[in-house]
T-cell receptor
Framework: DVKVTQSSRYLVKRTGEKVFLECVQD?????MFWYRQDPGLGLRLIYF???????EKGDIPEGYSVSREKKERFSLILESASTNQTSMYLC?????????????FGPGTRLTVT | GESVGLHLPTLSVQEGDNSIINCAYS??????FIWYKQESGKGPQFIID?????DKRQGQRVTVLLNKTVKHLSLQIAATQPGDSAVYFC???????????FGKGTMLLVSP
């Protein structure tokens, strides 16, 4: 069974802290994605990666960075957390070699910045 | 870039009714569309997809209709059950890196 796991379900951090959100997939997928989900706004793409050490900005990259040192792991970094980054963060992965472009999602990390 | 619009934020139906959830997209060159279901406390899960060379595709109790002329997509759920209660998102694939643009979602509430 395919699986995307995220390091924490809930996280509370203080303003100004550096925050790491980790995502691991076991499907040998090339593509990995980070989204944030806010009420009334749907899912918005922050960053994605189509290969190890490669990254591309999504629609809302400001205040975030990412790291992909291994194929199975994609990290989202908040360099200096702010209250407007309180949100649900979702990681996903997909393989461009399949007939569908289905993205498989993790369960999400609910981050609160106080 | 692509934008994906929401027609209705919430849809309430009775158990056994048919449900229709709508979505509109902006880019006439879009060629791949997906519907996702997100239950409370979980990540979105794939339901069904459709390519632009089709106008209808059926799954188990679900049908997706694509009208390219008006750039409209709909998800039909037959004989809606309480377990169908969730937020439903449509997503449109962008060219290039296989990224998706998501709509804002419709919350489907099914009452017994």
């Amino acid at each position: 069974d395919v699986k995307v796991t995220q390091s924490s379900r809930y996280l509370v951090k203080r303003t100004g802290e550096k925050v790491f959100l980790e995502c691991v997939q076991d499907m040998d997928h090339e593509n990995m994605f980070w989204y944030r989900q806010d009420p009334g706004l749907g899912l918005r793409l922050i960053y994605f990666s189509y290969d190890v050490k490669m990254k591309e900005k999504g629609d809302i990259p400001e205040g975030y960075s990412v790291s992909r040192e291994k194929k199975e792991r994609f990290s989202l970094i908040l360099e200096s957390a702010s209250t407007n980054q309180t949100s649900m963060y979702l990681c996903a992965s997909s393989s461009p070699g399949t007939s569908t472009h289905e993205q498989y999602f993790g369960p999400g990390t609910r981050l609160t910045v106080t | 870039g692509e934008s994906v619009g929401l027609h209705l934020p919430t849809l309430s139906v009775q158990e056994g009714d048919n449900s229709i959830i709508n979505c509109a997209y902006s880019n006439s060159a879009s060629d791949y569309f997906i519907w996702y279901k997100q239950e409370s406390g979980k990540g979105p899960q794939f339901i069904i997809d459709i390519r632009s060379n089709m106008d209808k595709r059926q799954g188990q109790r679900v049908t997706v209709l694509l009208n390219k002329t008006v750039k409209h997509l709909s998800l039909q759920i037959a004989a809606t059950q309480p377990g169908d209660s969730a937020v439903y998102f449509c997503a449109v694939m962008n060219s290039g890196y296989s990224t998706l643009t998501f709509g804002k979602g419709t919350m489907l509430l099914v009452s017994p």
